[in-house]
């Protein structure tokens, strides 16, 4: 039990008398930041939340987008950070389980699973390695035994991250509008508890991720079953077509005290309940056990008394539990009983909505001169240095990753993971792209546009694909919020998120707030992750074969802008400088100008540029190509920099464009008329991957042997400890 002593004493003097245990369990939890957002969500409406495409229902637990022609596509994202901290294989798995129920609550089937990974430093951290492997080992094992597919997300390796693990997991589902549920509910219908048994696993789990995490506490770290949530997933389609079910609702954090006082409150209805009707995995739970457990794979279902025979029947056909634990009742309360006897009973807006915390916010010292710069060895060998980076664990191909997920099973996968954005085909003829991404060391030396950066780079991922963004979700992670100056680099981040959004009519149609992200060293970076929705009317811009002969055209400028970049920090280990800047209008003609290429199927491969820079992004279209390109620096349109600059620098706004000759004019002819910052500045062919500054090549790497070394660095790393380079 965590409740602050004011907030003791206004649920005294709300009540008028002493809580019981169980009413200080169900608060305690209901309060928790965890579930109430109490240090954030003030702030959160800030965001835009409205859109033409966007549908408002009471009581969803995830984000709805009208698609056309009948269709939605719901979306969510959540994190399990302390728990996948202390066990990373149960923890990673049941936040893939808990998003999963986020999108079936709306009354859609889950159609796609990303995942965004962040850990300590695998080169020197065996402990960030163990996490690792088992965090991704518990993702896939738990997406496989669902036949969900896993198409996308990101990793990222970070000192800030030490003895700690962030696992966001964002899903994606489809369905037809009419089938949405409408959550509602009338006089004495009743509520009902399906799905698996409820144990003493993950008691208190929504209290222990609202701290900072100082012990391993595995009681409050849930236990995974996907076989079982298969089995609802499908129970619960079932009842949705049948129209059995009023209001629905998944049990995340807090379990049965947030799932009936949250769907009392949205419903303005009150819910009587028995725990002695709650099936159990144990004999002898007490009902302040049975409230605040977050065992996995359950739904709470408002049903009419004379669906409910239908219902159970579903139940046992999929032999899945299913309990009536209690009634609707209309008087706005929360009655939690025992056999006869009351344990619980408190108004459900009191509960459901803990008094909102306004915390003081100031700039923290350590930005005073952050954009200071040191002066640089220069680099004597850029072929070395390139490789380097290309078997860094940031940069490395992840395929060893995504390997272990399937991706193609529900055969809607059409662009698959380890490209700038996935695609799937939906049944309306359209194709819908997704991404998530975040930069933790951008966010850092500058939180407002190092967020508004994450937002633009998973919108130029989706462009990548030919989609037009239409909704985003956002995960922001951050340490302690009682300090000032870690509230303040939140409030900056959601402010940049804030006028993205707005400027470029991208709705808000999910999100979470992760707060108390600390570290025995300290809080980690800012750590805003951004997952964009984009649609496709026609068809996608799936990359062709790149040939010798064709040519390489970069949209955009670069800038002297370095700081949080990739260079600066895994080759001269400094962190600092000024980070990149979105140009919210040179971002929107390039993003513009990209979508009319491919419209006009002009292009065989656009990519963006961003973690590495430039020399990153034609190595991985060569690499991924196997073919050579000849780049000349000169060319790259920008101000005038030095070498260094132009190969890493990590600005914004920037996508690599491939095509052949034939088409070279066309495309210029548009991207002239859109009036943006492009140049030819190279060429396909041959067998190795080179940058010239003049006549002379900086870098000259074979593409076979740096395909091979990238390809290979990440599974080297995490399964023999040995560095590629």
Not at 53 to 81: C, P, Q
Request: proline share 4%; glycine share 10%.
């Amino acid at each position: 039990m965590s409740l602050e002593k004011q907030e003791l004493l206004d649920l005294k003097s709300k009540i008028g008398r002493e809580p019981t245990s169980t009413e200080l369990q169900i608060i305690a939890a209901e309060w928790s930041e965890h579930c109430s957002y109490k240090s954030s969500k003030k702030h959160l409406k800030m965001l835009p939340m409205t859109g033409p495409l966007v549908i408002n229902e009471k009581g969803y637990d995830s984000g709805v987008l009208d698609v056309g022609d009948g269709y939605v596509v719901t979306a969510h994202i959540e994190s399990h950070n302390h728990p996948s901290a202390v066990e990373p294989y149960g923890g990673a798995a049941t936040g893939v389980g808990g998003v999963i129920r986020d999108i079936l609550s709306a009354g859609t089937r889950p159609i796609a699973i990303f995942d965004g990974l962040r850990f300590g430093n695998i080169e020197n951290d065996l402990q960030a390695r163990w996490l690792f492997k088992n965090a991704v080992t518990g993702i896939a094992d738990y997406g496989n035994c669902l036949g969900i597919p896993t198409i996308g997300g990101e990793v990222e390796f970070d000192e800030c991250y030490e003895n700690y693990a962030l696992v966001d997991v964002a899903a994606l589902g489809f369905g037809k509008k009419e089938n949405l549920i409408k959550n509602h509910a009338k006089k004495d219908d009743l509520v009902v508890l399906m799905g698996g048994s409820t144990g003493r696993d993950g008691i208190g789990g929504s209290q222990f991720a609202s701290d900072s995490l100082e012990s391993e506490d595995r009681s409050a770290v849930q236990i995974p079953d996907p076989f079982i949530e298969k089995l609802i997933i499908e129970a619960v389609l079932q009842a949705r077509n049948d129209g059995l079910i009023h209001a629905m609702k998944d049990l995340g954090g807090g379990g049965l005290s947030c799932a009936i006082s949250e769907t009392a409150d949205a419903l303005e209805i009150g819910i009587e309940m028995d725990v002695d009707k709650v099936h159990t995995r144990e004999s002898d739970m007490h009902p302040d056990e049975i409230m605040v457990s977050e065992s996995q794979e359950r739904m709470l279902i408002v049903t009419s008394k004379t669906k409910l025979k239908k219902l159970e029947e579903i139940c046992k056909k999929f032999r899945i539990g299913c309990s009536v634990i209690g009634r609707v009742k209309f008087d706005n309360q929360v009655h939690i009983k025992k056999g006869s006897k009351t344990v619980a009973n408190l108004s459900a807006d009191f509960v459901a909505n803990a008094t909102l915390l306004d915390l003081p916010s100031k700039v923290p010292d350590y930005l005073k001169n952050i954009e200071t710069e040191k002066k640089f060895k220069p680099i004597s060998n850029y072929s070395k240095t390139l490789m380097k980076l290309l078997a860094s664990p940031n940069i490395a191909s992840k395929i060893w990753v995504y390997g272990q997920y399937d991706h193609e099973v529900g055969i809607r996968t059409v662009v698959k993971p380890g490209r700038d954005a996935s695609v799937l085909r939906l049944d309306n003829g359209k194709f819908l792209s997704a991404k998530i991404d975040g930069n933790p060391k951008h966010c850092y030396i500058n939180p407002r546009e190092g967020a508004i950066g994450c937002f633009e780079e998973a919108c130029r991922n989706v462009v990548c694909t030919g989609a037009k963004p239409i909704g985003m979700l956002d995960h922001l992670q951050f340490g302690n919020p009682n300090d000032p100056e870690i509230f303040w680099t939140f409030l900056e981040s959601l402010k940049g998120l804030t006028d993205f959004a707005k400027t470029f009519d991208i709705p808000c149609v999910g999100g979470k707030v992760s707060l108390y992200n600390e570290t025995p060293k300290g809080p980690i970076k800012p750590t805003p992750v951004i997952g964009v929705i984009g649609l496709i009317d026609k068809k996608p811009s799936i990359q062709q074969k790149i040939s010798k002969g064709d040519c390489l055209l970069i949209v955009g400028d670069t800038k002297d802008e370095m700081g949080g970049s990739e260079f600066f920090e895994y080759i001269h280990k400094f962190v600092g400088g000024k980070c990149p800047v979105v140009n919210f209008d040179d971002s929107k003609k390039n993003m513009k100008s990209v979508l009319d290429v491919i419209k006009n199927d002009l292009v065989k491969s656009v990519h963006d540029c961003s973690k590495g820079g430039l020399a990153i992004a034609v190595s991985e279209l060569s690499m991924t190509n196997l073919i050579g390109c000849k780049v000349s620096l000169e060319k790259v349109p920008g101000e005038k920099l030095d070498i260094d600059r132009i190969l890493f620098s990590e600005s914004h706004s920037r996508y690599l464009l491939v095509c052949d000759k034939t088409n070279l004019s066309k495309i210029e002819v548009i991207l002239k008329k859109n009036k943006v910052s492009f140049k030819q500045i190279g060429q396909f062919g041959g067998e190795k991957i080179q940058f010239f500054n003049g006549a002379k090549p900086v870098i000259d790497l074979n593409v076979e042997k740096t395909h091979k070394i990238w390809l290979h660095a990440l599974p080297n790393l995490v399964l023999h400890g040995k560095k590629s380079v």
